[in-house]
Structure formats: structure tokens, C-alpha cells
């Protein structure tokens, strides 16, 4: 019995600590396909402490191409963006952002074959 009402305490704890967290989290209105990346972004992302060499950051260019061609295209998009990112840390073209050097892979350079202009 006392050890069902230790794990009830802790468990109590725990979800009092995230409800908090969860109320002093930034979630600007986002689509449930978006809703991942913003968790990411606001809650795993700080606690990956690595950052993407590219420009913009992998979660932002997941977003855009989730808002701007929907949830399947845009999923193909994101992967092949994290997929090729390793290559293209020696052969692509960089910029300066915040002071440090990171890769230009804008969506739009990814994007042109979709776009029926």
C-alpha cells in the first residue's frame, strides 16, 4: 500500500510539472499536421541542444512546407530536406545568420518543381 501511494505522489508530481509547463508554452494557432513540429519546437527541440546547419532550422522548413502544400507533399519535402542535409554540408551554398555560417536550403529552392506557373 505505501508503495502504490509513493507512485501516486510521484505520479501526481509529474503532472503537475508538465501542466505547468504546458500553460507557459508559446503554441501560436497551428493545424493538428503542424502541431508535432511545434511541440518540437517549443518542448523537444530545447532539450536536443543540437542545431541545424541549415537555413532555415529543419523545423521551420518542416512547418512551411506542411502549411504551404499540405500534410503529404509536405512530409515528402521534410524528409528529403533531413535526408540530404548531410550532403550538403560540403557542396551548397552558405550564409551568414546570427553569426554563424549555416547552408541556404530555402523551401523555394526544393520546392520549384511543384509550383505550376
Known amino acids: 500500500m505505501k508503495l502504490l501511494m509513493n507512485a501516486y505522489i510521484i505520479l501526481a508530481l509529474c503532472s ?5 509547463t504546458w500553460q507557459s508554452m508559446r503554441f501560436p ?3 493538428p499536421q503542424t502541431f508535432p513540429i511545434r511541440f518540437y519546437q ?7 541542444g543540437r542545431s541545424c546547419p541549415s537555413y ?14 499540405g500534410a ?3 512530409s515528402w519535402l521534410m524528409l528529403d530536406r533531413l535526408i540530404h542535409e548531410a550532403d550538403d554540408v560540403h557542396r551548397h551554398h552558405t550564409i551568414a545568420f ?12 526544393n520546392d520549384f518543381w511543384l509550383n505550376k506557373e
Open 16 to 20: 503537475g510539472i508538465m501542466a505547468l
Open 29 to 31: 494557432s497551428s493545424t
Open 42 to 48: 517549443q518542448v523537444l527541440g530545447s532539450w536536443d
Open 56 to 69: 532555415p532550422v529543419c523545423s521551420v522548413y518542416a512547418r512551411q512546407a506542411f502549411q504551404t502544400h
Open 72 to 74: 503529404l507533399v509536405g
Open 98 to 109: 546570427e553569426g554563424e555560417t549555416r547552408l541556404d536550403d530555402t523551401l523555394q529552392r
